[in-house]
């Protein structure tokens, strides 16, 4: 397109078309309105559009959309004769896609026009998002409490980078043969079977997997009827750590007309990928070693410093709702005997069968843990009063006076129980502890009175 229709004054704003068009960067040319007078060749690689589609269409159109309110501030600032020299924002191209570009304009008031520079700086910004990601990733380990609340802003950070309304973190279980999605977020709902045997099919292989409507991968029958019949933009990514695979991140795109996913975006998902495996195993590794801090190796009961972390929690809660709890402090009557003739396997096996015993005679809301040898704990959080200490206590002899099956053995114990209840029998985690023990032994003692 020539430059015969402007007058001879703007004309100087141009080099010769022919050397316009050999610039790498995009000379525009919009009007008082913002519609494209002028568009040189580049153009075409920066924005997708030949430069006779985009003369007569308003710049801002192009725009996108959250760009568009401080582009128009910026183009009203230029025509009050401020030009801009590196002036940045989001442009969408031709497929879709999104392109930023660094502007350089100025305002030609004899002319009533704006030339205007586009460098495209799509790369540098590409470069400068991997690097805040990885940053945010790493931040993220250290500020979130647990992996439940790491995994929304994992997939807040990866939607920063590239399209990903449908987000899923599957992890191989313990045994290393399926995937257990730890998050998902997708329009169509749960997993379905096709997404499963997609992680699935990235965890075999052990390399990433790009699926879009115009491309589709090598896939098994099964899996490739089923993405013809609902087309999707599917890309998954292997999470790999120093242990080998340990699950798969995958994204995917269901809206219609929108971009689909690039070999592009599958090597920066790539690049970004080995930080979030190794933030996910940072994370369980601190996990399982808070869990472990925390409980009973035997049992998977909670120990004696969660107790006393559950029981301040508890304290403090009924002071404020000025509501009582309780406390049953639970010995096992002929334990040692058992652990003395059978052996320690047998008793360990005992100890873990009382365990759950015991957790099924409360809520989940409550709490038991493993104190000691054979001594178990259970708070019982809102049990305001004794008698409702005593209707538990006397669950949990039944559950426990009833015969054990260890192996070929049916192993006999009687539980002693003693209660505390608060504010009646102590107003601190260690008065009402002491109380309780208190009243075990006491129990204890009028049973072999009692046998005697």
């Known amino acids: 397109m020539g430059i015969e229709w402007l007058p001879m004054e703007t004309r100087a704003f141009i080099p010769p078309p022919g ?12 009007d008082r309105e913002g519609r494209f007078l002028f568009a040189s060749a580049a153009c075409e690689r ?3 559009y030949r430069p006779d589609e985009m003369v007569g269409t308003l710049m801002i159109d192009m725009v996108a959309p959250e760009d568009r309110a401080r582009t128009l501030a910026a183009a009203r600032q230029i025509m009050t004769g401020d030009a801009r020299f590196s002036f940045e924002n989001c442009y969408l191209r031709k497929d879709g896609r999104k392109v930023h570009i660094l502007w350089s304009a100025r305002w030609s008031p004899e002319d009533a026009i704006r030339i205007a520079v586009a460098h495209d700086i799509t790369e540098r910004k590409r470069s400068e998002s991997v690097q805040a990601a990885l940053y945010a990733i790493s931040e993220s380990v250290h500020l979130v409490g647990d992996l439940d609340a790491l995994y929304p802003q994992i997939h807040r950070i990866v939607n920063e ?47 990433p997997l790009l699926l879009n409507p115009r491309s589709q991968a090598p896939l098994p029958e099964a899996l490739r009827d089923a993405m013809a019949e609902r087309p999707a933009c599917w890309l998954g990514m292997p999470l790999v750590t120093d242990n080998g695979i340990t699950g ?3 994204i995917t795109d ?6 689909s996913y690039t070999e592009r975006d599958q090597e920066l998902l790539q690049f970004v990928s080995t930080q979030i495996a190794t933030a996910i195993e940072r994370k369980r590794l601190q996990s399982q070693l808070r869990h472990m801090a925390q409980h009973d190796i035997l049992t998977g009961l909670p ?11 508890a304290l403090a809660r009924a002071r404020r709702d000025q509501q009582g709890f309780s406390l049953l402090f639970v010995d096992l009557d002929q334990f040692k005997p058992i652990n003395d003739v059978y052996g320690h396997e047998t008793g360990d096996r005992l100890l873990q069968e009382v365990a759950r015993r ?26 305001c009063t004794l008698a409702d200490a005593e209707l538990v206590a006397a669950k949990i002899r039944s559950e426990l006076c009833s015969a054990i099956r260890v192996r070929e053995l049916a192993l006999h114990i009687a ?32 049973a072999r009175r009692l046998r005697h």
């Open 161 to 207: 980078l590239l399209p990903a309304p449908g987000f899923s973190i599957a992890l191989l279980d313990p045994s290393r043969d399926r995937v257990e999605f730890s998050y998902h977020i997708d329009r169509n709902g749960p997993p379905s079977a096709t997404h499963r045997g997609l992680c699935e099919l990235v965890i075999a292989r052990g390399e």
């Open 415 to 446: 539980p002693s129980i003693g209660v505390a209840v608060f504010p009646e029998h102590g107003d601190s985690a260690q008065q009402l502890l002491n109380y309780a023990d208190g009243a075990m032994y006491r129990v204890k003692r009028e």
């Open 19 to 30: 050397f316009v068009d050999l610039l790498l960067d995009a000379v525009c040319v919009v």
């Open 303 to 313: 120990n004696r410093m969660l107790l006393l972390d559950r029981l301040d929690t």
């Open 358 to 383: 015991l957790s099924q005679c409360v809520r989940d809301s409550d709490t038991v843990a493993r104190v000691g040898g054979d001594e178990f704990v259970v708070l019982l959080d809102r049990a």
């Open 46 to 48: 920066i924005f997708g």
């Open 254 to 259: 269901n809206a219609s007309g929108s971009a």
């Open 248 to 250: 798969v991140l995958s």
